[in-house]
């Protein structure tokens, strides 16, 4: 009993003595050296870093945004590769430069709107909202272009030029063409029938405003009338004397509106209007006040809807006012 407490106090010391020794050993190698990754690149070692973790979180950052403006995403085919090793202390990492040589690689991508007609691209914006905004603002002037309008979004190597949302509509408008009359190559009352010869009539504008909407096809459909956009409120006068025949709400989209009576079956309409002044039977004289432009009806915005009519039929009224 006696040699085998012995032998296990000589085993105990055998195993304190070894337990203590590595920790010297390893107390002594901690001070002359430190645990750390290399990073290599294509086989070959580019540095060292003492936080693999956060320089790999840099690098895909970087990827995922990359710098500046309008950035889609930063290919990156080779990323680096990481050992542990141990190293003699006084060694300096150099994680800069690592992140420096690992995204010098990259091909940046960036991200535009190209605003195309008949899908051969005209300009770029830098966001969706900026394009579709563009294509609004074409539809509201009734541009000739606008169902060969569309919006692609671009991945490039290099920068766009952009175009700024207003500069883009005017420089991609295009005016309705203006189909002539066939009676003689020359515009007047006549063309329109015997109803304008026989009473003599001469418009004058209803409203001063700008034409939002001309005459003709639109989305789909013929649009019978000039649209001039004016704040809700701007007086309307009568383009000619005449006879109010008309003057209350359309069901069929006219919103508040005036027909007036110049005799011979010409008569003209003023629509979507916010107040009526005249009544049906008043005799009105050129450019008396009549109503007040407003948004009623099927209307886009607040503007006057102008017809000219003969027999009830419509006709363009820019080649009579």
Not at 52 to 62: C, D, G, P, V
Not at 93 to 113: A, L, P
Not at 127 to 132: G, L
Request: with cysteine.
């Amino acid at each position: 009993m006696r040699k085998l407490l012995i032998g296990l106090r000589t085993s105990i010391k055998a195993i304190t003595l070894f337990v203590i020794s590595s920790i010297i050993i390893i107390a002594i190698v901690m001070c002359v050296y430190k645990p750390i990754y290399s990073v290599s690149l294509g086989g070959e070692i580019i540095g060292y870093s003492a936080d693999r973790a956060a320089l790999q979180s840099k690098i895909y950052e970087y990827m995922n945004n990359g710098t500046g403006d309008n950035v889609a995403f930063v290919q990156i085919d080779e990323v680096p590769e990481y050992k542990l090793c141990f190293l003699k202390r006084g060694i300096e990492t150099n994680d800069d430069e690592i992140y420096e040589k690992v995204i010098s690689q990259g091909i940046t991508y960036y991200n535009f709107y190209a605003v195309a007609i008949d899908n051969e691209e005209k300009l770029y914006v830098n966001t969706f909202e900026e394009a579709e905004e563009i294509v609004n603002g074409l539809k509201n002037k009734n541009s000739n272009n606008v169902d060969k309008l569309s919006i692609e979004k671009k991945y490039v190597t290099e920068k766009c030029e952009t175009t700024e949302v207003a500069s883009a509509i005017d420089k991609l408008y295009e005016a309705k063409p203006v189909v002539k009359p066939k009676s003689g190559g020359s515009v007047g009352l006549a063309s329109m029938g015997s109803g304008f010869k026989d009473a003599g009539i001469k418009f004058i504008k209803p409203i001063t405003a700008t034409i939002t909407s001309r005459f003709g096809s639109r989305w789909g459909s013929n649009h019978k009338g000039l649209d001039f956009g004016a704040p809700t409120g701007t007086s309307i006068k009568a383009a000619a004397a005449g006879t109010v025949t008309y003057s209350g709400y359309n069901n069929g989209g006219y919103g508040y509106c005036i027909i007036i009576s110049h005799g011979n079956g010409v008569q003209t309409l003023y629509g979507h209007c916010s107040s009526l002044i005249a009544k049906v039977g008043d005799n009105v004289s050129q450019g008396q006040v009549i109503a007040k432009v407003g948004d009623t009806g099927r209307s886009y915005g607040s503007h006057l809807h102008f017809e000219v009519r003969i027999n009830n039929v419509s006709y363009n009224p820019e080649y009579y006012i």
